[in-house]
T-cell receptor
C-alpha cells in the first residue's frame, strides 16, 4: 500500500533562495509531523498538525520556517532565505490520530550552497 | 544533558550474537518508540510501547517506567540488522511530537 511520500528527494539551492518541501501522508492519517536530521545530528521535531487544530510550531528554529497543511492532507514546509545551516534531511511522518505509531517518509535531502 | 540518552553509540557484533541497545530518559512520557534507520535514510517504526514488553520476530523491546529505561534486544543477529536504532519518547503534556535519542549505530559482521 502507499506509504508517506515526499518530494523532491533531493534539493540543492543557493543561499538566500526560498524552498518548498512537500509531504503526502498516508490516506486517512489525521496527524502529520515534520522533523529535521542535520548531518551528524539526531532527529529534531519541527512542527505537528492534528486534524483541524492549530499546529504545534514549537520546534520551528526560526521565523524563516513555516508549514501548512491543505485539506487535512498534503503538507508543505517552506524555508525562506535559506542558510547553509538549513542543510539537512527533512522527514515527514504521519499517524492515525496523534497517539499512534508514526510512519515516516523517505525524506528530502536539502543542500544549501 | 539530553532528555533521551542511548548507549552504546556504536556497536559491532558478529552474526548470531544477542544484542542489547539501551535508552534512558529523564522526563515523564506517555510512550516510547524504537525506530530503525537504514543506510540511505529510510526510517521504520519498530515498536511503540508504554509498559512491559513487546516482541516482533527476533526483536524484543522492554520498558521500565519506574526506572525510565528501555531496552531493544535483537536475538540471532544478522548482517541485515545493520542500521541505526533510534529511541524516541512522547513527553507528557508536550503534544504528540517525539524527542529523539542520538541513535545507536549497529554493524553486524558475517
Amino acid at each position: 500500500g502507499a506509504g508517506v511520500s515526499q518530494s523532491p528527494s533531493n534539493k540543492v539551492t543557493e543561499k538566500g533562495k526560498d524552498v518548498e518541501l512537500r509531504c503526502d501522508p498516508i490516506s486517512g492519517h489525521t496527524a502529520l509531523y515534520w522533523y529535521r536530521q542535520s548531518l551528524g545530528q539526531g532527529l529534531e521535531f519541527l512542527i505537528y498538525f492534528q486534524g483541524n487544530s492549530a499546529p504545534d510550531k514549537s520546534g520551528l528554529p526560526s521565523d524563516r520556517f513555516s508549514a501548512e497543511r491543505t485539506g487535512g492532507s498534503v503538507s508543505t514546509l517552506t524555508i525562506q532565505r535559506t542558510q547553509q545551516e538549513d542543510s539537512a534531511v527533512y522527514l515527514c511522518a504521519s499517524s492515525f490520530l496523534g497517539a499512534y505509531e508514526q510512519y515516516f517518509g523517505p525524506g528530502t535531502r536539502l543542500t544549501v550552497t | 544533558k539530553n532528555e533521551v540518552e542511548q548507549s552504546p553509540q556504536n556497536l559491532t557484533a558478529q552474526e548470531g550474537e544477542f544484542i542489547t541497545i539501551n535508552c534512558s530518559y529523564s522526563v515523564g512520557i506517555s510512550a516510547l518508540h524504537w525506530l530503525q534507520q537504514h543506510p540511505g535514510g529510510g526510517i521504520v517504526s519498530l515498536f511503540m510501547l508504554s509498559s512491559g514488553k513487546k516482541k516482533h520476530g527476533r526483536l524484543i523491546a522492554t520498558i521500565n517506567i519506574q526506572e525510565k529505561h528501555s531496552s531493544l534486544h535483537i536475538t540471532a543477529s544478522h548482517p541485515r540488522d545493520s542500521a541505526v536504532y533510534i529511541c524516541a519518547v512522547r513527553r507528557n503534556n508536550a503534544g504528540n511530537m517525539l524527542t529523539f535519542g542520538g541513535g545507536t549505530r549497529l554493524m553486524v559482521k558475517p
